[in-house]
């Protein structure tokens, strides 16, 4: 079982950056596939980027591509998001998601751990 922490959301202004965190509980962090997922008020959870276990895959949406990049460090049991170029659309609570020898899976029902979530607000 991992436990997933998020944290490095906030109100920003549009054209701004953002790091976000998710810290790991476990000794075999790097048996898991690792996701960020986002969810804006009144729509479904929405597919942001993803690692596969051991970090050898990535995949990114469309909608984030060239703007954000999903890294790791396995040695600090931390997935990261680095956001720039923010955008009022990229506003939403943004979650942590983990599944054990998993693929770098867009589809939300392929993680079974999940973090608490943290809200980025973008103003125009």
């Known amino acids: 079982q991992v436990q997933l922490v998020e944290s490095g959301g906030g109100l920003v202004q549009a054209g701004d950056s953002l790091r976000l965190s998710c810290a790991a509980s476990?000794?075999?962090?790097?048996?898991?596939?690792m996701g960020w997922f986002r969810q804006a008020p009144g729509k479904e959870r929405e597919f942001v980027a993803a690692f596969s276990w051991g970090g050898g895959s990535t995949n990114t949406a469309d909608s984030v591509k060239g703007r954000f990049t999903i890294s790791r460090d396995n040695a600090k049991n931390t997935v990261y998001l680095r956001m720039n170029s923010l955008k009022p659309e990229d506003t939403a609570v943004y979650y942590c998601a983990a599944e054990r020898w998993g693929r770098a899976n867009s589809d939300p029902d392929m993680y079974k751990y999940w973090g608490q979530g943290t809200q980025v607000t973008v103003s125009s």
């Open positions: 476990g000794r075999t962090f790097s048996n898991y596939a």
